[in-house]
């Protein structure tokens, strides 16, 4: 028990250490690597970080909303980022990490990189939507649900077309998707296992702002009931709502995994992510280092995807330690979701037109999202 107290007291002094002299960049790739403990692992973690910044031409602040063990159950993958961005670059840019949202999340974060008060961030396509609306076109049930067809969508040229001009329009350059896992529908304790539509009859649905979404689960017979996302929990645990719908690993990041009973895959809408940079400074860098930039998101792009299926064992495995129940759904029960609230159904053509400009247009990005490009990923 001592060994592990002073363990514990070495990191969290190493940490504090590192943080008080300006490193906490330094820090946090040394407490992600498991070295805190070492005061020579440290000091040599700190020498490269230092080395690095001092012989870099630029420097990118890159924010996140999650701290960096999460990408264990939500591949997040910002060191990946940070790392092959640095080499790809052959140094020329240092990457200093803003994780854990100290710099805030979601929307904030988009207005910082919009505003050019930090290069870059993660934040989830929905919090992109009021910077640039058509990227709200994923929220479409059913439309581009799964792993796959998100991918085909987002690696599309259809895609790069219709919708990275209204991005950059923005200020915006959206670097790489992050794909997480399709959103599910999670039930708390005490609560009946969701199977089919009709289970979902009268049930307090928690949802976001996003107009789509009320409408979707309205559709499939919930109630919808607005909650923000700091206050869902405590929701969840009163029984304000009865039930919420991120993905897997998102449910076990955020801390539901006890005041949870069910939880199904649906397959409706994706709970995805972007890594978006500014777009003046990017425009602002030497060609080459656009191009290791580009270049470092295609690679992380990859790693992000082939980490999914692993993410998502892990939240699985631990939200099940916690009795949580699975559900995968057959084809004919998906097919009755999607019978009940698909995109197909008129009720979404409005959306149709207003986010992609045109039932054409929109066409084009359908084909896109049927077409398997050239990434797999796996699907729940």
Known sequence: MKKTEDIASNERRNFLKLAGAGSFTAAVVAGAAGTLWSDEAVAQTAQEERSREQAAAHTMTLATAYVLGASRSYPIMQLDLKENIQNATNGKVYVKLAPGGQLGAGGALAQAVQGGTIQAAQHSLSNFAPFASAVDLINMPYFCGSNQRFTNLVTSDAWKKEVHPKIEASGFKALFYVVIDPRVVAVRKGGNK???????????????????????????????????????????????????????????????????????????????????????????????????????????????????????????????????????????????????????????????????????????????????????????
């Open 194 to 380: 969701v199977i089919t539509p009709s289970d979902l009859s009268g049930v307090k649905f928690r949802v976001p702002g996003s107009a789509m979404l009320q409408q979707y689960y309205r559709m499939v017979g919930a109630n919808p009931t607005p909650v923000a996302w700091g206050e869902t929990p405590s929701a969840i645990k009163q029984g304000v709502a009865d039930a919420l719908d991120p993905s897997v690993g998102a449910l076990y990041v955020f801390g539901f995994k006890d005041i949870l009973s069910h939880v199904t895959f649906t397959q409706a809408v994706p709970d995805s992510q972007v890594y978006s940079m500014n777009l003046e400074w990017f425009n602002s860098l030497p060609a080459d280092v656009q191009e290791g930039i580009e270049f470092a998101g295609e690679i992380t792009a990859q790693q992000n995807l082939a980490k999914v299926p692993a993410a998502r064992s892990y939240a699985m495995a631990e939200l099940v330690k916690s009795g949580v129940e699975f559900h995968s759904l057959s084809d004919d029960q998906l097919a009755e979701w999607k019978a009940t609230g698909g995109y197909q159904l008129e009720d979404w053509d409005k959306f149709k037109v207003e986010l992609a400009g045109s039932m054409e247009s929109f066409g084009r990005l359908e084909d896109a999202a049927n077409t398997m490009g050239r990434y797999y990923v796996h699907d729940a």
